[in-house]
């Protein structure tokens, strides 16, 4: 059975604005191999700025674990770490 991988990216105001817009394109960002077994997920608001205590935005979950100043190519490298592991 192939492994699922669920992106939940934040398109809350300021996530936006620093750069989840670029993450939305995501999906036609993946390598060819990792299509079939990412569930991309948009948010309108994660909440994580709230506080400052998570880090800076954008803000991205990848399986529930929290990515801070989240780039495209930083959450593809995530995704192809927890394909490979």
Known sequence: MEKKITVNICSGTACFVM???DILLLEENLP???RGIVEIQGSTCLGHCKDGT???PPFVQING???SSASLSAVVARIQELADA
Do not use: F, P
């Open 19 to 21: 750069g989840s817009s």
């Open 32 to 34: 060819e191999n990792l």
């Open 54 to 56: 998570q880090g800076k």
């Open 65 to 67: 674990e929290l990515m």
